[in-house]
């Protein structure tokens, strides 16, 4: 698994680490977008590498993490999307 690698804790828990490199190529190339508000809408690099980072993810467990991961860098940094 290349964007998102699990590693299980002393208790046995699998934990998602987030981070890989698929996964931070797609938050910069959509930065500008998600981000900083300077596009109005994903560019087509920031399209493909997220196509490139939801393909890696091959089983459910996989997809799963990779939710988890999106799903927590947006609650910890919040999009500039207008409402």
């Known amino acids: 698994m ?3 690698m699990v590693s299980a804790d002393t ?3 699998v934990t998602p ?3 890989g490199p698929k996964n ?3 938050s910069a190339a ?3 977008f998600t ?3 300077q596009d109005q809408e994903p560019s087509e690099e ?3 590498a997220y196509k490139a980072l939801v393909e890696s993810a091959n089983t459910t ?3 799963k993490n990779l939710c988890y991961c999106i799903q927590r860098s947006a609650r910890n940094r919040p999009a500039n999307i207008p409402k």
């Open 2 to 4: 290349v964007a998102v």
């Open 11 to 13: 208790q046995g828990e």
């Open 17 to 19: 680490k987030c981070g």
């Open 24 to 26: 931070q190529r797609a």
């Open 30 to 32: 959509c930065s500008p």
């Open 35 to 37: 981000r900083t508000g």
């Open 46 to 48: 920031c399209c493909i």
């Open 61 to 63: 467990d996989e997809r």
